[in-house]
């Protein structure tokens, strides 16, 4: 994108694109202009609580955005969690989230910078944990933080007013929460702070506090939540609906080929760079060909991540895999250790869990009554069935998990 000399009507323009809301907008305008007049980049803010390591593609489209704003010549501050994530917020659920340890929150850190930079410019990033100014506040210092917000705005909130309503606990440390979060400002003294729809309340919370402090209040830019691949639940990890940024391009192009067809222009519009005016021709012949739709959102997201030579190869395999139904041109060899044999025999529900294809005995045998589980094309339905199996049998999982049994 050639962003150089650009106005700043036209960067906001750029920035308008894909996003929930911009709050507010005539103050966002402001910025921009004070920036381009100065020469002086926008400090625009993500807080990014590392309560799971991997990075998939609903947190990527704030940092697409980020990246955005980076191409037009700001920089990016990014605030590791470490000393929120040990207080846990709920972010919208009923209940507390359970906090972290302190070698849990650094693990974590570690795996999200190493994985940021595939979207992010480094050279416009810096990278900072806020226990360097929470931990080393002083109770005192508390008591003036939390003399700066009533309880009446935290109540706000609508999980919190949620959960009293219902008599459901919530814990202080849950309502310092946000004050936490919004004193990250403060002390970087951000210009713009970007999140999800989730965390709108959370973001306001800081123009409060540096209006408190004398600062200019930051811009709060909230983006949509991308459902994940079951098409009901916002994307997470723990919900097992996620495509991971750094995962294969084949399990990349294989899970967006699962989404339902009614979410495939959501995912254009929040995780490629296919122009709006393609997203709505491609919108507009959805209902005749929803299978060539979806293939071409796979091949972009996976060239997103790997490139596009890759992106075809992976279209071409599961075209031959799923169409024609033949088997990968590279399936994994996997041992059964001979412990997991009785008289030659083992157990087929035992034979996914040693071989971590499912997660629970308990999935093993619903995939099985489901008829989704075969060895040799021929389909196991029976989850109590003893077999023996030759080595060198093809194990099939699903759609998408293939193995090569080889009895040790």
């Not at 080929?257 to 959501?266: A, C, E, F, K, R």
């Amino acid at each position: 994108m050639e962003t150089a000399g650009l106005s700043a009507e036209e960067q906001l323009e750029i920035i308008r694109g894909g996003v929930a809301e911009i709050i507010p907008e005539d103050e966002m305008l402001q910025k921009l202009k004070r920036s381009r007049d100065t020469g002086k980049p926008l400090r625009i803010k993500l807080g990014i609580d590392p309560t799971s390591p991997d990075i998939h593609l609903g947190f990527a489209v704030v940092l697409r955005k980020l990246r955005q704003f980076q191409d037009l010549g700001h920089e990016v501050c990014l605030i590791v969690g470490d000393f929120t994530a040990m207080i846990g917020d709920p972010s919208g659920k009923n209940k507390t989230r359970p906090m972290l340890s302190r070698e849990e929150v650094e693990a974590n850190a570690k795996t999200y910078q190493e994985q940021l930079y595939c979207i992010l410019n480094p050279e416009q990033t810096s990278l900072y944990f806020n226990g360097d100014w929470l931990g080393e506040m002083k109770f005192a210092d508390v008591i003036q933080l939390t003399a700066k917000y009533t309880v009446a705005r935290i109540l706000e909130r609508d999980d919190f007013a949620n959960r009293l309503a219902e008599n459901k606990p919530l814990s202080m440390h849950e309502i310092l929460y946000p004050l936490c979060q919004g004193y990250d400002s403060v002390a970087i003294q951000a210009d713009v702070e970007m999140g999800g729809t989730d965390q709108k309340f959370n973001n306001l919370v800081g123009r409060d506090l540096q209006r408190a402090h004398g600062q200019d209040p930051q811009v709060v830019i909230v983006m949509p939540l991308l459902v994940g691949t079951d098409g009901v639940e916002k994307m997470s990890k723990s919900l097992g609906n996620y495509i991971g940024i750094t995962e294969s391009p084949r399990d990349i192009y294989g899970k967006v080929m699962s989404i339902p067809d009614d979410v495939i222009i959501q995912y254009f519009e929040l995780a490629t760079d296919v122009p709006a005016d393609e997203i709505r021709r491609i919108e507009r012949g959805l209902r005749e060909n929803p299978k060539a739709a979806k293939q071409r959102l796979a091949r972009e997201i996976v060239t997103l991540y790997h490139d596009s030579e890759v992106a075809k190869a992976e279209e071409a395999e599961f075209n031959r895999v799923f169409s024609k139904g033949e088997l990968p041109t590279d399936v994994p060899e996997r041992s059964v250790p001979p412990s997991a044999l009785k008289d030659g025999k083992i157990w087929i529900v035992r034979l996914l869990a040693e071989l971590r294809m499912v997660d629970s005995n308990r999935e093993a045998r619903q995939l099985i009554q489901q008829g989704s589980v075969s060895i040799d094309g021929e389909k196991i339905q029976d989850p109590n069935l003893d077999l023996t199996i030759p080595s060198g049998a093809i194990l099939r999982v699903g759609k998408r998990r293939f193995a090569k049994l080889i009895f040790e």
